[in-house]
């Protein structure tokens, strides 16, 4: 009776849909797959966005800002930075476990058209490394208020949309291949990677991003290995579980684990402990904490997904290896040789996952700072798209692309003093004021990245953003693990036994078959942080899961 148009009503489901839908009950939209991303709000309520023309034209499109390849030569090439770019606390999976949750949250929407008209070319220092913006302007469909406005193909959740996938139709087909193959299931023959053996098959996951580096195959392979544990144990627990119910129930516990460490192991080693306190993020009862707000809107935001959560970036180290249980190197290959390539762990079934898995776990990642490895600053992709991009440049890019304002407009946001003159860069500033005309035209990526965060970490930009977007998706999320909530949340014995036990430590090991590791994965092995038995690490208590069976 009013015209047409209704509201979508959503039903008080037990478990999340796969699409991400429904999750806010009065706005069935928000953090759901294929929908816009946000911008955050100044003080006044204006969005923070900065393109050229307020609508579309890249910022600083045509002649306003410097070349992004001349950028990345003088701020990011690691020649210019200290001979030891390894960190000295976080492991090489502080990297591998970054990109995996990246791929939880975000995958922006490029245009299936390759419109010549669209794109931005770089001087032709490395031929050909263009860019292509991810969105046109004739495609209406991504447009809203009146402004070119990206949107995110995946669910913005923290809620393994990676494993699960973000629709029914891709969850039904990684689902049916997951129980058959020790590693990742593969559609027959496979595409979207190289197989440079006939042997190579491009495989399949809730991400179609999951070949583009070993390191990312690999902990998409820990997950599919960590749901099918779990769903076996749960399933003998509770033998009159039918398949649907023992999937769902499985899910809600490997999301629960995934939220856990991402606040309470991996965000402190990001953003520090400051910022974890600004912005509520760590876990600080033992059971029940509803922190649900029903205001919040979780949708990823879109400076985060172009600049802020690009910091991983920094932390690639350049080659990959395989250790033995010393722990001394056998192998090591080059990163930029095996990127799209499933060939390094799928080759001889699997025999080099333990090494590879051992490594990430006991060496270091790079530092987080403005430098990225050559093979990804000069060779990224050079296999496929010879002679190969620069990811360092393409960030810069995508950033203008993407209407994220300057730096100092975002230090103020953050109520941090803007940067009166190019000094205050310190180190850099004679480079970004040959570079850049005015201070205030320095992009995020750049005059963030060159900050010094805590311990090691992000800095207070980033660490700004990103804390933002964190806790946005804490208390936004209707089924955050900790929920009490009746229909859809666990008992409190669960979340206590969730809190308690979960390490990421014990899932690579018991599902990567280690003998030892250290208790925080993503902190080196240190006196503080000592190699143990994987049996020395506490395991998950299923029996909680037990259902009494019906009478008979
Ligand atoms: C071998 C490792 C990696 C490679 C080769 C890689 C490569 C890429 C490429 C090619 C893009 C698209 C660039 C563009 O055209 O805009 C991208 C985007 C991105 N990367 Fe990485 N990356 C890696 C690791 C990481 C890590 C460790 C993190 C974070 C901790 C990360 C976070 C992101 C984010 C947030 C985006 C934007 C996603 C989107 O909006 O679609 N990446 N990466
Ligand atoms: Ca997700």
């Not at 193909?153 to 996938?165: E, N, P, Q, R």
């Not at 970004?432 to 090691?456: F, M, P, T, W």
């Not at 014990?506 to 000592?530: G, M, T, Y």
């Amino acid at each position: 009776s009013h015209g047409g148009w209704r509201k979508q009503t959503c039903p008080r489901t037990k478990y999340r849909t796969l699409d991400g839908s429904c999750n806010n009950l009065q706005n069935p939209s928000w953090g759901k797959a294929k929908t816009t991303e946000r911008r955050l709000e100044d003080a006044s309520g204006r969005p923070m966005e900065a393109y050229e023309d307020g609508r579309s034209i890249p910022r600083g499109y045509p002649h306003h800002l410097p070349d992004a390849r001349l950028v990345s030569n003088l701020i990011s090439d690691s020649a210019l930075g200290p001979d030891d770019q390894f960190d000295n606390i976080r492991s090489g999976e502080v990297m591998g476990f970054g990109q995996i949750l990246a791929h939880d949250l975000i995958e922006t929407q490029l245009p299936s058209v390759y419109n010549p008209a669209s794109r931005y070319i770089f001087p032709k220092e490395i031929a050909v490394l263009h860019l292509v913006v991810t969105a046109l302007e004739d495609q209406q469909l991504y447009w809203d208020v009146c402004r070119r406005e990206q949107r995110n193909l995946v669910t913005s959740y923290i809620d393994a949309s990676f494993l699960y996938g973000s629709s029914k139709e891709l969850n039904k087909k990684t689902e049916a291949a997951k129980q058959l193959y020790n590693l990742l299931p593969t559609v027959h023959g496979g595409s979207g990677c190289q197989m440079f053996q006939k042997t190579d098959r491009c495989p399949i996951a809730g991400d179609e991003r999951s070949a583009e580096a070993p390191q990312l195959s690999l902990n998409h392979l820990l997950f599919v290995r960590q749901h099918n544990r779990v769903a076996i144990r749960l399933h003998n627990v509770n033998p009159h579980w039918n398949n649907e119910k023992v999937f769902q129930e499985t899910r809600r516990i490997i999301i629960a684990q995934l939220q856990h460490i991402v606040y309470n192991h991996y965000l402190p080693l990001i953003i520090g402990p400051s910022a974890m306190a600004r912005y509520e993020l760590l876990s600080t009862r033992p059971g029940f904490d509803d922190v649900y707000d029903s205001e919040v809107d979780a949708s990823i935001v879109n400076s985060f997904g172009a600049a802020a959560w690009r910091f991983g970036h920094s932390l690639i180290m350049p080659d990959i290896s395989e250790l033995e249980s010393d722990f001394k190197t056998v192998k090591l290959h080059t990163l930029e040789n095996n990127l799209e390539s499933p060939h390094l762990w799928q080759a001889n079934g699997g025999r080099s996952v333990k090494g590879i898995t051992r490594w990430l776990a006991a060496k270091p990642a790079q530092k987080i700072d403005n430098f990225l490895i050559d093979g990804l600053r000069n060779k990224l992709f050079f296999i496929s798209q010879p002679p190969g991009f620069d990811l360092f440049s393409l960030n810069i890019q995508r950033g203008r692309d993407q209407g994220v304002p300057a730096y100092n407009d975002w230090r103020e946001f953050c109520n941090l003093k803007r940067f009166a003159s190019f000094y205050e860069f310190g180190e850099f500033a004679s480079r970004l004021s040959r570079l850049y005309r005015s201070v205030d035209d320095v992009d995020l990526y750049i005059g963030a990245l060159l900050e010094k965060g805590e311990n090691g970490g992000v800095g207070p930009t980033f660490a700004c953003i990103i804390g933002i977007q964190y806790h946005r998706l804490k208390v936004g999320d209707r089924f955050w693990y900790e929920s009490s909530d009746r229909i859809s949340g666990l008992s409190e014995e669960q979340i206590y036994a969730i809190k308690y036990s979960t390490l990421f430590s014990k899932l690579w090991c018991n599902n990567f078959e280690h003998v030892k590791i250290q208790r925080d994965i993503f902190q080196l092995p240190s006196r503080a942080n000592p190699l143990t038995t994987c049996e020395g690490l506490p395991e998950l208590d299923l029996d909680l899961w037990r259902e009494e069976k019906a009478k008979k």
